[in-house]
């Protein structure tokens, strides 16, 4: 059993490593480009939270940049051999940068290795972030060798709260990097309140700190109690995420069970407004798939995109 833990550590460890270097080509690239980039979870995660980069699994990298800068910084990694994913037309993407955050790039050195990021979750989620905003809080810190930019530790317990919501919690080391930045990094607590609460996300807040408690044994001071102990919803949410866990199905992110649980998780009802309208009337990648309108008609994509929903909602159940 130990050599076997050892392979693994070492084995991870390399990998790990190897990612470094093609993040530092990948940063090097951008800002000489003159595009300011910060490096979310991954690498940045392992040193700053678990305290050693072989710690923390980690199978791609995700970049986050300023919207305006998206359409040069692929460009710019066009030089690296980076390629997106899924191409957009010009019309597609200037749609998807409204409403998306992320383009997914291949590289010679695998598919999906790199995420460049504009937000933190897509537009419909209604969580309006402002990037500008994590840029100016962000600080320099030591990643092997070199300083890189980090989210500030309250940014980073936001960003990686609402990211373990938009999964529904569905993989318990999400909970353990929430937990991680609870005991290792000097937070913020009155700070972080306020912005929960701009945001409209104190809810989802509330319940990643509750399942690290209860799952995790995470220790959290008086500040961070008051989430749940405030909001009579939040214990209710937390236990039914227990049960799904528990069961080892997780939240088809298509179902109906999955977007009611989206609405539960905002404390506001503005914010499930948006969430329910953004849902229903934002098109994306998907209907583009299935049918090619042209330029004029790129409004229809509206339709399609509840058409869609419709026939979904109408599917037999199994």
Known sequence: MFEQL???YESNTRKNLKFVTELFRILDCLEAHGIPAIPLKG???AETVYGELALRDFSDLDVLVHSRDVVRAKEALQGLDYSVSTPLSETEERAYLGAGYEYTF???????????????VPRFYAVAFDVD?????????????????????????????V????????????????????????VDWHGLTRRAWELGVARIVGVSLLLAHRLLALEVPEA??????????????????EQVLSDT????????????????????????????LRLA????????????????????????????LAGKALRPRS
Request: proline share 9%; hydrophobic share 45%.
């Open 224 to 241: 961070a109690e008051r989430f749940w102990s405030r909001d009579p919803e939040i214990p209710g949410i937390a236990k039914s995420i």
């Open 281 to 308: 009337w934002t098109p994306g990648p998907g209907e583009w798939a299935v049918i090619r309108l042209p330029g004029p008609l790129f409004p229809l994509y509206r339709a399609v995109r509840v058409l869609r």
């Open 163 to 186: 990211h373990a919501a938009k999964h529904a919690w569905a993989r318990l080391h999400w909970l353990r990097d929430i937990a991680g930045v609870v005991d290792t990094q000097q």
């Open 249 to 276: 199905e997780p939240y088809n992110v298509e179902s109906f069970a999955y977007f009611r649980l989206m609405l539960r998780l905002r404390e506001r009802p503005v914010d499930r407004a948006r969430f329910l």
């Open 106 to 120: 291949d590289s010679p050195a695998g598919r999906n290795l790199l995420e460049l990021q504009w937000n933190i």
């Open 43 to 45: 690498p940045v995660l």
């Open 6 to 8: 050892r392979s693994r």
């Open 133 to 161: 905003d994590l840029f100016s809080r962000a600080a320099s810190f030591p990643l092997c060798g070199r300083r890189v930019r980090a989210l500030s530790p309250e940014d980073l317990l936001l960003t990686l709260t």
